[in-house]
């Protein structure tokens, strides 16, 4: 465990953090020198975010002592934590997308003269701090006229334009693609060499070993060990992540391995033809089959998402024809696609999946009983049943049905997600970026999940950015490309992700 | 500690604490009298019901994360419809034909609920703006329906709404409590209560849940209008007369203010029906208070909302934290 000569700019001791019921942190130290990415590494629940937020001054530790430069300091509030040079950046960006980029990068702290803001000198300064991050942007447009991984470096250069001490970045990469990753990595790099230190969280390890330099690994609440990147191999490194060997993976692997041959006589469940909607994703043809695993590969704004809907009449198709086991329907609303044995989990885990306020049960069966219509309800125990039943199965953490679903960490909402829609025993299940934004180990056992479901003869249509998983899972493929459906491929011997980014790439059709 | 962390702790406190007031301070609380129940609580029971009755409805709406403004034209109108088929009957006193006008008026009220719902769901106007017109316009509505003169009855049966008893309790509160039993049933024995909270919570994810949401939100509209109705029956039956420009005047007011003392937050989701019944209770009292206990009527409104100041201090977490939260023991720290 070696360290830089220097010393540490950050150095939390013995961090603990109660919350009702659970220790989120115990005893947690962490080490953040100056010029360097660290990554901090867990699964969901162990702590990372708890760590974040007390950084951040969201939360005050109940134990524990935090040096910044040597100084023992006392994080009362975000504000705290920007004066003491702690700067974050989340997943979402909390940007204001109506203003411009000058004044989101100036917002509260506008350059003034006797009471008016000077909107030459901010624009003027903007459009250097950004070209010191080699962007060059229009600083008098508004911002939503930009990329959200433009705007994730917008909010990075307004994070260390207030304080470049210590930068948190929560996720960032989460919804960015391939190139913008890259263009967001030269961004911390450049940082990186001016002296910032950068706290780096993403459950791409990919990434991780791209661009950090040492990472701390915490698990359940408690400090793994602190270790250069280089010389922890990334087998080792997911298995002190989940604390167990790393079969459940491998053994996921064979299996989507055997399984890859469908059964020939299986029947379609749901054909389309000609599907489509204006400004949204081009006609295409595609067949699902009882037990096929269809996976949906393309950038991100391809149309993946956009054809998903249009199976489960979450949007309307204006054109085309669409049925299910042989009938034709017209999907007009989601409790018609629900009525057909079609589930769909939006990728918009917060907006469209779960209710916050509501428990881990009330969520669980809310779909279930959506489909039963108000006048039928479920009984309490048989609600308690099946809740135990699936919170147990995906084994959701906590454990706690009566928690709101607010409270649970990403990977567990997915799962929750998951148990709503599994309840409803759907012979097409369409999910949309189940494994974004979750931990290692959640992925797994939802990938897991899939191909269970799959050999159990549901259909699935699998959407997801990252084409691995996609290549792990399916049975079939169909790629996208500028809201058109490119190609539809058998997952044979020969497709791997070089064949596919191709089709991307060039939009060929073989 | 447990019971003081109750979102209902406070209100239901500073309820008790006024009823003590009124005990100490009216001639009579509670007697028994020519066979019923009489007193200063059973006035503010027998008076507490219209407000019940219009903040049960706009308990539902708001759960939705909507608001229903148009609740006191309603009852204007509900009120002026059944004064004017009543004044008309060739014997006013004809019970079952009472009955059935007071069908009609709550009916009309449930008509006027669905317009507001279409505006909401079907139309999409926001509910503050959609319900808005109809308070603006109910009004002009039920002059329209009076020809802008306040009609007087003298029908007994229509009278024992707001002033008769049974089983010693006045009919107007059991009206009241019937109409929170419909309620409790209908929300939490059904999984009306479960869905409501969905689209209150988010109205996007319930729709992909296959929660028919614009449905369930017409509902409420209706039920809303529905019970503003048969409040406005109440207190056009106490004074026998429909006066358009009084009943119900911000009541709306009232309503909304009983169901976030009652703890339903006014950003939809989770709601609690005992809550807003505890809620419309409490302002009864309060205005019963003020005048039992001699404040000149010049400072009533102000002291009423010395009180509702109070009362929403004591459930802002925020403000407990301030003031109480320094007392409290830090926790055990490990070294």
């Not at chain 1, 029947?267 to 909607?277: C, E, F, V």
């Not at chain 1, 953490?397 to 709101?404: C, L, T, V």
Request: with cysteine.
């Amino acid at each position: 465990m070696g360290e830089p000569a220097t010393d540490p700019v950050l150095e939390m001791t013995g961090i603990r953090k109660v919350f009702p019921g659970v220790v989120a942190l115990d005893g947690v130290d962490f080490r953040l020198y100056p010029g360097e990415v660290h990554a901090l590494m867990g699964e969901n629940g162990a702590g990372k975010s708890t760590l974040i937020k007390v950084l951040t001054g969201v939360y005050e530790i109940d134990g524990g002592d935090i040096r910044l430069g040597g100084e023992q300091v006392r994080i009362a509030g975000p504000l705290a934590a920007q004066k003491a040079g702690i700067s974050t950046v989340y997943q979402e960006v909390n940007l204001c997308t109506n203003l411009t980029v000058a004044e989101n990068i100036f917002i509260g702290r506008e350059p003034r003269a006797f009471g008016k803001i000077r909107w030459g000198v901010m624009r003027k300064r903007a459009a250097e701090l950004l070209k010191r991050l080699d962007l060059d942007l229009d600083v008098s447009a508004p911002l939503s006229t930009y990329s959200l991984a433009i705007q994730q470096m917008v909010a990075i250069a307004r994070a260390v334009d207030i304080s470049a001490r210590v930068l948190i970045l929560d996720e960032p990469t989460s919804s960015l693609d391939a190139s913008e990753v890259e263009q967001l990595f030269r961004v911390m790099r450049r940082l990186k060499d001016d002296g910032v230190a950068i706290l780096f969280v993403s459950h791409f390890l990919d990434q991780i070993y791209e661009i950090s330099d040492r990472l701390t690994v915490l698990r359940n609440g408690q400090l793994i060990g602190e270790y250069r990147t280089a010389e922890l191999p990334q087998v080792q490194l997911v298995e002190k992540m989940i604390g167990k060997e790393l079969a459940t993976l491998e053994s996921l692997e064979d299996k989507a391995q055997r399984s890859r041959t469908r059964s020939a006589t299986a029947a379609p469940i749901l054909q389309a033809k000609g599907i489509g909607r204006t400004g949204a994703i081009a006609p295409f043809d595609l067949t699902i089959h009882e037990g096929e695993v269809v996976g949906l590969a393309g950038l991100l704004g391809s149309g993946r998402t956009e054809l998903a809907r249009l199976l489960f009449g979450a949007d309307k198709a204006d054109q085309g024809e669409l049925s299910i086991d042989g009938k034709p329907v017209t999907l007009r609303d989601p409790q018609m696609a629900m009525k057909r044995g079609i589930a769909f989990s939006s990728e918009n885990r917060r907006t469209e999946g779960i209710i916050g306020d509501l428990s881990v049960r009330e969520n669980i069966i809310l779909a279930l009983q959506a489909a039963r219509g108000w006048t039928r309800p479920i009984p309490r125990r048989k609600q308690d049943e099946i809740v135990d039943k699936y919170v147990k199965a995906l084994s959701i953490r906590p454990a706690d049905p009566e928690r709101p679903v607010r409270n649970l960490s990403g990977g567990n909402q997915q799962k929750v997600l998951l148990a709503r829609w599994l309840i409803t025993e759907p012979r097409l299940l369409i999910i949309d970026e189940p494994t974004r934004g979750i931990d290692v180990g959640a992925k797994a056992e939802i990938q897991k999940l899939v191909a269970e479901l799959s050999d159990g003869g549901m259909a699935v249509l699998f959407v997801s950015a990252e084409l691995e998983e996609v290549l792990r899972l399916s049975h079939k493929i169909a790629v996208l490309r500028d809201r058109r459906l490119v190609e539809e491929l058998d997952n044979t011997a020969g497709v791997d992700a070089d064949r596919i980014m191709q089709t991307i790439a060039s939009g060929a059709t073989s | 500690m447990t019971i003081v962390k109750n979102r209902l702790f406070w209100p239901v406190a500073i309820l008790v604490a006024l009823l003590i007031v009124n005990l100490f301070t009216s001639n009579q609380f509670i007697t028994l009298q020519d066979g019923h129940l009489f007193g200063a609580l059973i006035d503010i029971l027998r008076g507490s019901a219209p407000l019940i009755l219009v903040a049960l409805g706009m308990t539902l709406v708001i759960s939705t994360g909507g608001i229903d403004l148009s609740v006191g034209s309603v009852m204007a109108i509900s009120g002026a419809v059944a004064c004017l088929l009543i004044k008309d009957l060739g014997d006013q006193n004809a019970t079952g034909s009472v009955l059935l006008i007071m069908g009609v008026a709550i009916a009309v009220s449930a008509a006027l609920g669905l317009w507001n719902g279409s505006l909401v769901a079907v139309v999409g106007i926001q509910p503050i703006i959609a319900t808005l017109i109809l308070m603006v316009a109910g009004r002009g509505l039920a002059q329209l329906v009076t020809d802008g003169q306040i009609i007087n009855v003298q029908s007994s049966p229509y009278a024992t709404v707001a002033t008769g008893f049974f089983l010693t309790l006045p009919v107007a509160f059991l009206i009241a409590m019937a109409a929170v039993a419909l309620i409790l049933v209908l929300t939490r024995r059904t999984a009306l209560g479960l869905l409501l909270e969905s689209v209150g919570g988010s109205p996007s994810a319930s729709r992909l849940a296959g929660i028919r949401a614009k449905r369930i939100t017409v509902m409420v509209y209706v039920v809303s209008g529905a019970f503003a109705g048969l409040a406005g029956l109440i207190y056009s039956a106490n004074i026998k007369s429909a006066d358009s420009i009084a009943a119900g005047n911000l009541i709306e007011l009232d309503a909304i203010l009983a169901v976030v003392i009652g703890g339903t937050a006014l950003i939809g989701g989770r709601f609690s029906i005992a809550g807003t019944v505890v809620g419309a209770i409490l302002i009864q009292t309060l205005q019963v208070t003020v005048v039992s206990i001699g404040v000149p009527s010049k400072a009533t409104l102000l002291f009423k909302a010395v009180v509702v100041v109070v009362l929403c201090l004591s459930q802002s977490a925020t403000f407990r934290e301030k003031v109480f939260g320094r007392f409290k023991l830090r926790s055990e720290v490990p070294a």
